[in-house]
């Protein structure tokens, strides 16, 4: 077994790397206006800023700062998952 088995995947030793992703808004959860991108044909998706992060994240601790109104995808993205893992292993 090497180290990396035996290290647990928690987010706090993650730099928030699934909040570098698209978010699409697929139900209505409270999200403020100002964290939202529209786009030409209607689609709304969290709006990303220049460093590639969701505008909802705190870049001073890297925790949502919408926790409680975050959108459904980020509510089923699971810590460990298969998407996680692969999220974790980015740059
Ligand atoms: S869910 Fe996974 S990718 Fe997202 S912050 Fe937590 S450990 Fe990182
Ligand atoms: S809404 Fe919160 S959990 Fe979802 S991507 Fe943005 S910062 Fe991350």
């Known amino acids: 077994m090497t180290q990396t088995d035996l290290t647990e995947v ?3 030793t993650c730099q928030a ?6 978010v699409f808004l697929l139900t209505e959860t409270g999200v403020p206006e100002h964290f ?5 044909w209607g689609g709304r998706t969290m ?3 220049d460093d590639g992060w969701c505008a909802a994240l705190n870049r ?3 925790d949502c700062m919408i926790y ?8 089923e993205f699971t810590t ?4 996680c ?7």
Do not use: H, W
């Not at 893992?85 to 740059?91: G, Q, S, V």
């Open 47 to 49: 709006l990303r800023l």
């Open 80 to 83: 460990g998952s298969y998407e």
């Open 85 to 91: 893992l692969i999220e974790r292993t980015r740059p």
């Open 60 to 62: 001073n601790n890297m």
């Open 68 to 75: 409680q109104k975050r959108p459904l995808v980020c509510r």
């Open 17 to 22: 790397s699934c909040c570098r992703l698209e």
């Open 10 to 12: 928690t987010c706090s």
């Open 36 to 40: 939202i991108a529209t786009d030409e």
